[in-house]
Every structure is written in C-alpha cells, then in structure tokens.
C-alpha cells in the first residue's frame, strides 16, 4: 500500500509569491492534517480536513488555507510569502478522525528568499 | 492550552547503552499519547502509542508507559543501536470532537548511538 504522498519535495519561493503544496493520502483514509515544521517552533498544527470540510484550525494567519477534494486529497496554500514560512511542511492521513493513527508523508521542503 | 515537554537533547549514548528519553504533559481529560521518531530527510513514523492510563505502548524494543498520576511517558530502549539514532517526539492528541487529528507535540530530542 503506497504512503502518503507530498509533492513537490522541495521548492524555493521569494517573498511575495504564493505556494500551493500538495498532498495524497493513504488509500482509504479521509482524514489530511497538515503540520509546519520549523527549528525555531517545532511542529505545529495548521489544520485538518475530514470529507471535503475543515474540522480544526491552528493559530496561523489567514495565509495559510487549505482544501480537500472529494478523492481525499488535499492541498494548502500559503499567499504573500514571508521568509518566516521557511518550513518543512508535512501531510499526514488517518482512517478517522481522533481514534487511528496518523500517518506522516515525507513532507515539503519550502524556502522563501 | 495542551502542552508536551521534551527533556532537551542531543542525548549521545554508546551502542548497547540504556535509553530514557523524558516526556512530561498537560492536558484536560485523558488526552492519547504518542512517540513519533524522524529519521534524517525523512516525515514522522508513529512508534508507539497509549489511549488510557497505565497503558503501555511497545514497539521495536521501544516501550512508554501512560502514567496519569505523574503526567508523563517516558521513552525507554534496554540497548540502544546506531540504527536508533534519530529525532524523537512525544505528542499528545485530545478525546473529542475539539481533538480530532490535531496533535501537540513535544520540541524533539536528538538521540546519537555511537559504535
């Protein structure tokens, strides 16, 4: 069974432009979270999409959104860069919602100049 | 707020060496615990995990015990090897609909085996 699926695996932005990123769940699972990974903040939680609906929300500004699609998959998109979006950011699918495991893809690596 | 501490590393063991890597939380209710490592260039592998009090989660020689009277679950390994050597953290998902997927996690603590 494939993983969890982020693309693209790198990508380098300047300030300003905006990003979408990608992500493919598991087969079967209709959870997506999206977290940001930094050296300074560690990991932290963006939000989470259950069945096409955002159910949870973490506390980052509105440039930050995302979506799924009705085959699971997700995107997020970050407008009007700032070099603090600097960040791995990972994708991680579940079954359901608070009872199964999460699992993680290997995450897209964004640099803003 | 909910909140996971990480006892800071690198924590540098000797192959063969016991491990403990310390995890501390705070929570309302009986929040889920979980250990998650990273690897180098690589996401999150789930390690283990506990739902409930006195619960002990095992994986790989791996082993964490959910302790509710001391609000921790402290990661344990008997030998440690170089293989081991990765980034570990602890995380906590709150029961609920306010939960969901969301997870808290701890700051990380690098583990290094040496031969």
């Known amino acids: 069974k494939a993983g969890v699926t982020q693309t693209p695996r790198y990508l380098i932005k300047t300030r300003g432009q905006q990003v979408t990123l990608s992500c493919s769940p598991i087969?079967?699972?209709?959870?997506v979270s999206w977290y940001q990974q930094t050296p300074g903040q560690g990991l932290q939680f963006l939000f989470e999409?259950?069945?096409?609906?955002?159910?949870n929300k973490g506390n980052f500004p509105g440039r930050f959104s995302g979506r799924q699609f009705s085959n699971s998959r997700s995107e997020m998109n970050v407008s009007t860069l700032e070099l603090g979006d600097s960040a791995l950011y990972l994708c991680?699918?579940?079954?359901?919602?608070?009872?199964?495991?999460?699992?993680f893809g290997n995450g897209t690596r964004l640099t803003v100049t | 707020g909910n909140s996971v501490t990480q006892m800071e590393g690198p924590v540098t063991l000797s192959e063969e060496a016991f491990l403990t890597i310390n995890c501390t939380y705070t929570?309302?209710?009986?929040?889920?615990l979980f250990w998650y490592v990273q690897y180098p260039g690589e996401g999150l592998q789930l390690l283990l995990k506990?739902?409930?009090?006195?619960d002990k989660g095992s994986n790989k020689g791996f082993e964490a015990t959910y302790r509710k009277e001391t609000t921790s679950f402290h990661l344990e390994k008997g030998s440690v090897q170089v293989s081991d050597s990765a980034v570990y953290f602890c995380?906590?998902?709150?029961?609920?609909?306010?939960?969901?997927?969301?997870?808290?996690f701890g700051t990380g603590t690098q583990l290094k085996v040496e031969l």
């Open positions: 991680a699918s579940s079954l359901e919602r608070g009872s199964s495991p999460l699992h």
């Open positions: 087969s079967g699972h209709r959870s």
């Open positions: 999409y259950f069945s096409e609906t955002q159910r």
């Open positions: 929570a309302t209710g009986y929040p889920s």
């Open positions: 506990a739902t409930k009090a006195d």
């Open positions: 995380a906590l998902r709150q029961l609920g609909a306010g939960g969901g997927n969301k997870l808290t």
